[in-house]
């Protein structure tokens, strides 16, 4: 495998990352690098770390902040789970509903 600044991504088969997987998952976890996998030509999975997921998956202190002052100015902190669940739903079936209407 060709060596990579910590920035870039590597490109690699579905073929080539199935028969190299211990390799390749060492490089994500110790080097940090991410992988784009591709089945005939087209890129079907990424790869990556778990610090990177987190990442890119957990929003920043700040937006949960803002997301809390928002709830809070709004009365939806006090809803319980049950609650937030029938809205939910209720919300789901309006949707369906307008959607069978189109």
Do not use: C, W
């Amino acid at each position: 495998m060709p060596k990579a600044n910590k920035s870039e991504v590597f490109i690699i088969s579905a073929l080539r990352a199935r028969a190299n997987f211990d390799r390749l998952f060492s490089r994500v976890e110790n080097d940090r690098h991410s992988l784009i996998i591709e089945k005939r030509g087209t890129p079907r999975a990424v790869l990556l770390g778990l610090q990177d997921y987190v990442r890119l998956a957990a929003p920043e202190p700040e937006v949960l902040r803002l997301i809390g002052e928002e709830s809070e100015a709004s009365g939806t902190s006090a809803l319980t789970s049950r609650e937030i669940e029938k809205i939910i739903k209720t919300a789901r079936a309006v949707r369906a509903k307008k959607s069978q209407s189109l």
